[in-house]
């Protein structure tokens, strides 16, 4: 989660709802908020266990074996679902991938999932997509110039230049 993000007036300090909530449900389960940065961006490939269990709203390091009890909150109905969604993954031989594929696999699988491992897969998925497309350069005019010379180029080839 992040506790502010930069906007162009300066930071915000509180997260978008979504991620208020994440960051709620994962603090009464947890203890605190699950670090997203490490689990989803740093981690190239997640595990069936740590994936069933950050698609739940489980810190894979605190819940290791799905026992554990960090505090007074009772986690047993998310402890379950991630057994479960652990379960198929390894029955199906699905051991280990990046975050985005156990995003898609689990949307193939019917899963529920965790808003905070939606979010942060999402956003991983975004940046990937804006470092795929490399630097934007921009036109003489102020436009952007890889679409003007595209264009260009197609006005041209219909004119069967």
């Keep these: ?7 162009k007036d300066g ?9 208020f909530y994440a960051a709620f449900v994962e603090t009464v389960y947890n203890g605190c908020a699950i670090p997203w940065r490490y689990w989803v ?10 994936a069933a269990r950050l698609m739940c709203a489980l810190e894979p390091d605190v819940f290791e074996t799905l026992d554990e009890r960090p505090n007074k ?6 402890c379950e679902k991630a057994r479960k969604i652990q379960r198929v993954a390894e029955t199906e031989q699905t051991l280990s991938m990046t975050p985005p594929e156990w995003l898609e696999w689990a949307r193939k699988h019917g899963f529920g999932m965790h808003t905070g491992f939606v979010l942060a897969v999402e956003e991983l998925a975004r940046q990937d997509a804006s470092a795929a497309e490399g630097p934007r350069t921009t036109g003489p005019d102020g436009g ?3 679409q003007d010379a595209t264009a260009h180029y197609s006005s041209a080839k219909m004119r069967g230049r």
């Design 11 to 19: 930071p915000e300090l509180a997260p978008r709802n979504g991620e």
């Design 144 to 146: 952007d110039s890889n």
């Design 41 to 50: 961006h740093q981690m190239p490939t997640l595990t069936a266990g740590q």
């Design 1 to 7: 989660m992040h506790p502010s993000r930069k906007t």
């Design 73 to 78: 909150n009772n986690p047993t109905a998310a």
